[in-house]
């Protein structure tokens, strides 16, 4: 085992707004695992929408556009981050690390020095942990994986020993617990049809994927051009998100009204689109990328008998379940692309420019 340095090289967010705001630097001090904890070698961490939503501002109450990378004119409140609390700076983001354990704290089990893990992102309050409002997460609360080191909660942390990299094990915990989360809440089963948006992305992949692993039929909405990368992570049908009549291609490629749909961008075609479900129908979200703010009418909801589910914060066996799900190798890591750290203004641009397919993965040398 190599010797723990004192500091190290992280990306540190220093303030909210455009990409500017994160500054490599190469003297932040290693941190020191609490005695619950364990510290991280981090050798890769899955880029996710989080990082630039908090970054910006986003998820104050104050904002209420589209997402987006270069900031906001408004003055962002105290509710920045998915937490719902303010955020502190220098912030190292990042909630994906896939790492080596090499070191625990004096109440952590020490056969975890060595282990390869992944981490479950939502550090709940150890003596509260159903209390959801307590919990905080990896990257936005407390400092996460840009950084060759990170101090993690043992309780929060999964051995993974899999015959796949570093970087496509660190595409997997933030979009594929989002997506086991919006699938969970509902009760997808075998049989049920299920509309993903924005299915070319990392959560919308994981929701392909994780929706048919339950024997449910999938209709997928992304751009033309990404259909043959969408069926390949087994859509049954896909349907161009520009078509003029969306409500009805879904409807006919799905050969009827759904049962769930399962939504990360909202925006505009929410309100159509709720017109697919079938009475009794369910609708799931985990995002907005195109807008958080959308009519309602409130005769579809109830007339309807409509379910609607908001997916953040997690129970623990939601994590559990992805990390069966990869250790029985029933799921397989989309990864578009790998970016060094020293490059990661880059590898945002080129993660916001949304021409991927699948996940997008920061190494960590």
Not at 270 to 290: D, H, K, N, S, V
Request: aromatic share 6%.
């Amino acid at each position: 085992m190599n010797e723990i340095p004192e500091t190290m090289t992280a990306l540190h967010l220093v303030g909210n707004g455009g990409p500017e705001m994160l500054v490599l630097r190469h003297d932040v001090v290693v941190p020191v695992p609490a005695d619950d904890e364990v510290l991280v070698r981090v050798r890769a961490c899955g880029m996710n929408n989080t990082d630039v939503n908090t970054r910006v501002g986003w998820y104050s109450k104050s904002v209420t556009v589209a997402t987006g990378s270069s900031g906001f004119d408004v003055e962002v409140d105290g509710d920045a981050t998915w937490g719902g609390s303010g955020l502190t700076f220098p912030r190292i983001q990042g909630a994906d690390p896939c790492g080596e354990v090499v070191a625990v704290g004096s109440a952590a089990d020490p056969t975890l020095v060595g282990s390869r893990v992944l981490a479950d992102g939502w550090i709940r309050d150890p003596g509260r942990p159903d209390d959801r409002s307590l919990a905080g997460y990896l990257g936005s609360e407390r400092d996460g994986g840009y950084a060759q080191y990170c101090a993690i909660p043992a309780r929060n942390v999964y051995p993974i020993d899999v015959n796949l990299s570093d970087a496509e094990l660190a595409s997997f915990p933030c979009s594929w617990a989002t997506a086991e989360h919006m699938l969970t809440r509902p009760g997808v089963s075998a049989g049920q049809t299920v509309v993903v948006t924005g299915a070319s992305g990392g959560v919308g992949t994981a929701l392909v994927q994780l929706a048919r692993l339950r024997g449910a039929r999938v209709v997928a909405v992304t751009s033309s051009s990404k259909f043959a990368d969408v069926a390949a992570c087994g859509a049954d049908a896909c349907v161009d998100r520009t078509t003029e009549d969306l409500v009805g291609a879904v409807i006919e490629a799905a050969g009827g009204p759904v049962d769930v749909l399962a939504d990360v961008v909202g925006g505009p075609d929410f309100a159509p689109l709720l017109e697919t479900l079938c009475r009794g129908g369910r609708y799931t979200t985990a995002g907005a990328i195109a807008g958080p703010i959308v009519d309602l009418d409130l005769r579809t909801l109830y007339l309807n008998d409509l379910e609607l589910y908001g997916c953040t914060v997690y129970e623990p066996p939601v994590f559990e379940a992805l990390v069966g799900y990869i250790r029985r190798g029933e799921v397989h890591p989309v990864v578009a692309a790998t970016y060094p750290l020293s490059d990661f203004h880059v590898a945002q641009e080129a993660f916001v420019a949304k021409a991927h397919t699948g996940a997008m993965v920061v190494t960590v040398d």
